[in-house]
């Protein structure tokens, strides 16, 4: 990655010419040379790498998907396959000649960058996680990217953080963690509810005064909402940090509403979007001015998500991504499974005045829309709306939803706990009116107990917490 000064202020021309020459590098010089996965697909696809010379030609490329990373039946080591060699094994396997021209120190070197450092994982939420390999490279790279995401934010040395974020194999937490070490910040490392527990997180909040607390959307909500049962102050709070889940901009404004109603010293509420795959996440300067990418790391294309046809400026798409300037684990042309509905643009940002491109709008996950039947045939159930609804309820503190099929029509039965003083017998009768209302199938609401719900939905267990479940094959 280059010098965040120069790439946040490069013209939108510029730009493009800096990301072509990274493509034409990263696909003739490592993928052709060092990828198992793309190498072999260049030759079965009859695919001249150096007819790859910049972006518009990535077309020529299929897309990878999730599907392909999984390993086959018997195959654990296929996710190896987007691994590049180190140069050692790809001159053993005669695919380049001539490491030892350069003189020991510089081959040890360039050897080092490609050699595994750290394994991570996706969060396993729609598939079965999937390990992507880090070297001291991406190290790097995943601290200069938290870096200028704490330049996007407006965070400084200055700021007491307090990361919330699951401690797990993941670039969500380790980010976080890497940003405030290489900017010399104090920040309590919490390891999220599954480490510390929100009582303790809660309790170190207040006694070290810390203005900013950075954790998943849901994971906020509980803690704003649950401060009064646990009898500690948000007095010095002034800006929480969400990332991991799904975050629309309701939710960021639902948040102001909770820090207020707490007492905290201010509301601001700040996005950062992360993507496994992508080995790091971009940061939103304010809300809906759309989260800040890095040109020199990560090409981000936004496609239609069932042509694959690539969409202009603004529209709404799935988000594709493809590594520029990686090793350890690599990917091209990667359909993420994502919705932008603002889709990307590469004007100026009229915030911060940055010229990197920008992923406008919420952020919706494919996965989260199920195809339903009804008492009048089939349609579309959007559990992203669904989450939307339910995360601004003043009502609501925890819930889930299941999705169950009862002879040929399915059926959606809601569990929720509600917040302290509210009616439950009004909050059942009013959910369910309103849902029975938008949806076309049968729909029951239930409550149950704070314990109960938590732990479905792994409050203090998991990465974020899982709120759906489908059951209809089960």
């Known amino acids: 990655m280059q010098a965040w000064n120069k790439i946040r202020r490069m013209p939108a021309a510029e730009i493009r010419k800096m990301q072509d020459d990274l493509v034409y590098k990263m696909v003739n010089e490592e993928l052709a040379v060092r990828h198992p996965y793309y190498r072999a697909l260049f ?36 996710p190896k396959k987007f691994v590049l060699e180190t140069p050692e094994e790809s001159e053993d ?11 020991k120190k510089e081959a040890e070197t360039e050897c080092s960058d490609y050699r595994f450092q750290a394994l991570y994982f996706t969060a396993g939420r729609t598939e079965k996680p999937i390990p ?21 934010l407006g965070l400084t040395r200055d700021d007491t953080l307090i990361n919330a974020f699951t401690f797990a194999p993941n670039v969500y937490f380790w980010q976080m963690f890497y940003s405030t070490i290489g900017i ?4 309590l490392q919490t390891g999220g509810g599954k480490v510390l527990g929100m ?17 998943a959307p849901g994971y906020v909500r509980f803690a704003l909402q649950t401060l009064d049962h646990f009898g500690f102050s948000a007095a010095n709070l002034e800006r929480v940090v969400i990332g991991i889940d799904y975050a629309p901009m309701e939710a960021v404004e639902k948040l102001r509403k909770l820090m207020k109603s707490v007492g905290a010293k201010n509301d601001l509420v700040q996005r950062i979007y992360f993507i496994s795959e992508a080995k790091s996440g971009w940061a939103e300067c304010e809300p809906d001015f759309g989260y800040h990418t ?38 091209m042309r990667y359909k993420t499974g994502d919705i932008a509905t603002g889709g990307l643009t590469t004007e100026p940002c009229p915030n911060c ?21 009804g008492r009048d045939g089939a349609f579309q159930f959007n559990g992203n709306h669904l989450r939307k609804k339910m995360f601004t309820r003043e009502d609501v503190l925890l819930w889930y939803v299941e999705l169950n099929r009862s002879g040929s029509e399915d059926n959606l039965k809601i569990v929720v706990k509600g917040t302290s003083g509210a009616d439950e017998a009004v909050l059942l009768k009013t959910l369910e009116q309103e849902l029975q209302a938008e949806y076309k199938v049968p729909v029951t609401v239930e409550s149950s107990t704070l314990d109960a719900v938590a732990d479905k939905i792994g409050m203090e267990k998991q990465i974020t917490e899982q709120t759906i479940f489908d059951n209809r094959n089960s």
């Open 353 to 373: 005045k940055r010229t990197v491109p920008r992923i406008m709008g919420d952020i919706e996950r494919k996965s989260l829309v199920y195809d339903l039947k």
């Open 93 to 103: 396997k005669g695919k380049k000649k001539g490491f030892a021209l350069f003189g």
């Open 294 to 331: 890095n040109p020199d790391h990560i090409l981000v294309e936004i496609v239609d998500p069932e042509s694959g046809v690539l969409l202009g400026e603004g529209e709404k798409g799935e988000v594709v991504i493809t590594h520029l300037d990686t090793r350890g684990t690599v990917l």
């Open 199 to 215: 009582e303790k997180i809660l309790k170190a909040l207040d006694s070290m005064e810390a203005p900013v607390l950075v954790a």
């Open 43 to 78: 030759k079965e696809a009859n695919i001249n790498p150096a007819e790859i010379k910049g972006v518009s030609d990535l077309s020529k490329l299929p897309f990878t998907e999730k599907k392909d990373l999984l390993p086959p039946e018997g195959e654990p080591l296929h």
């Open 184 to 187: 010399g910040s104090t920040a």
């Open 132 to 152: 992507v390999e880090y070297t001291h490279y991406d190290l790097d790279n995943v601290r200069e990217a938290g870096l200028r995401t704490f330049d996007i």
